[in-house]
């Protein structure tokens, strides 16, 4: 069940919706009502360069690079 993104050539708002089934494709922009839409591609994405980035911040709990949550209270 993926999110997708759409984008519409008439006001460029962009929204994304949850496509159950192809048929849930938007045919009409929300705000202005043309008809005129693009798919821009999936609304997530879960590329290695982002988790690396993530990874490479300190983590505010320990110090050390990456998270590694919450410290349990004594």
Do not use: H
Request: include cysteine; charge should be negative.
């Amino acid at each position: 069940m993926p999110i997708l993104k759409f984008r519409c050539a008439g006001c460029s708002k962009e929204w994304a919706k949850i496509m159950m089934d192809p048929q849930d494709a938007p045919r009409n922009c929300p705000v202005c009502g043309s008809a005129n839409l693009e798919e821009i591609g999936p609304a997530f994405s879960y590329e290695g360069k982002s988790l690396e980035r993530l990874m490479s911040v300190n983590c505010g709990t320990c110090g050390e690079e990456g998270f590694c949550g919450p410290v349990p209270s004594s």
